[in-house]
């Protein structure tokens, strides 16, 4: 009789074992990849896999940063190791979410964050809330960006268990859902989206006037939170506002930034308003008309914010720091085929 019930359960616990590694499998399988065309949901969990999270500057916000600094620019030139923790129409919540997050792996000397996304007080799409969240580590830092990220039509259990959101998918899957099981295919550097094309900004539509041009209570809280987080582990904090003519960066949003940066005494640069003095040209140097740089005005922001974080912030120059300097002579290397890659795709001489 107990040789029986010892049976009854073993086979339980196996069936059991066996239900939940078909589930997982099948989890894997049908989480998107963000490999073919949506790569920007892949990015927050490539600083994971760095070896060394020890980097001086970190950038945090949307594409406002993960397209428009080149980290490669900042190490040649400038011996700045940096990293940009950026992702699609990242919310200031989610912002201040990655930041603690990355802070339990390393703490920068400095966290350069735009200040794009105090326009949005609420998400807006779960779909670009899961280009952010899914990529985060399990932490209490990931529960509190579910939560404060919810459209009101998300459920927490669904990003616990992501099969639960994704299992209508059965009839999108292709290879490459296969092929990235587990594992991710690496589109960026160091957090840096890179595109060599070129689209003039022409045919800007012109700004639309606004009822309220005030921020709204909780991108002010959670400003409050990212100046407060810096303080408590002696980071010094640094706004910018990226050179984008579009989506519209209205004076009065700019004035309220000011505003705030000199109450607390934070540096903050408008590269809107020093285009000109950086070299930016919006001919040669954006590839979607304006929205974002290219590599060359990604290039050309890098060396301008550059010496202001040697001279004003004290970023320590790390490039006679061997094992470093090693990584990131990798780093260059697959930075250069990426280029010639794009070069040939786009024919471009």
Not at 142 to 160: P, R, W
Not at 216 to 223: F, I, R, S
Not at 226 to 255: G, H, M, V
Not at 297 to 311: E, F, H, R, S, T
């Amino acid at each position: 009789m107990k040789n029986n019930k010892a049976k009854n359960i073993t086979i339980a616990c196996i069936s059991v074992i066996i239900v939940l590694g078909i589930l997982f499998l099948a989890q894997r399988l049908l989480m998107p990849k963000y490999v073919d065309d949506i790569v920007e949901g892949g990015m927050v969990s490539e600083y994971y896999d760095e070896k060394s999270k020890d980097f001086n500057v970190i950038f945090i916000g949307d594409c406002e940063v993960y397209e428009n600094f080149s980290p490669v620019t900042l190490w040649e030139n400038y011996g700045i190791n940096s990293y940009i923790r950026g992702s699609a129409e990242q919310y200031i919540f989610q912002s201040y979410y990655l930041l603690e997050d990355t802070i339990r792996y390393n703490k920068p000397d400095v966290v350069v964050f735009n200040i794009q996304s105090l326009q949005f007080d609420e998400s807006r799409s779960e779909a670009y809330n899961r280009m952010t969240i899914d990529g985060m580590k399990w932490s209490k830092y990931k529960l509190g960006c579910i939560k404060a990220s919810n459209t009101g039509d998300e459920h927490l259990i669904e990003y616990v268990f992501p099969i639960l959101r994704y299992h209508s998918r059965w009839n999108e899957l292709t290879s490459t859902d296969v092929e990235y099981m587990f594992k991710h295919k690496k589109v960026t550097h160091n957090g840096y989206y890179m595109r060599v094309d070129a689209l003039p900004a022409e045919n800007i539509p012109p700004a639309k006037p606004l009822g309220d041009y005030s921020f709204g209570d909780k991108a002010w809280e959670y400003l409050d939170k990212i100046r407060t987080c810096c303080e408590e582990n002696n980071i010094q904090l640094l706004f910018i506002k990226a050179p984008s003519l579009y989506p519209y960066w209205y004076p009065e949003w700019d004035e309220q930034v000011k505003a705030y940066a000199d109450k607390y005494s934070i540096k903050y640069i408008n590269f809107l308003d020093v285009a000109d003095e950086i070299g930016i040209d919006y001919n040669t140097d954006t590839y979607d008309g304006g929205l974002h740089m290219n590599l060359s005005g990604a290039v050309k922001c890098a060396d301008y914010i550059g010496p202001i974080l040697q001279n004003e912030f004290n970023v320590p120059d790390r490039r006679s720091d061997a094992a470093l300097s090693a990584s990131w002579d990798q780093k260059i290397q697959d930075y250069n085929d990426e280029i010639e890659y794009q070069k040939k795709l786009y024919n471009i001489q």
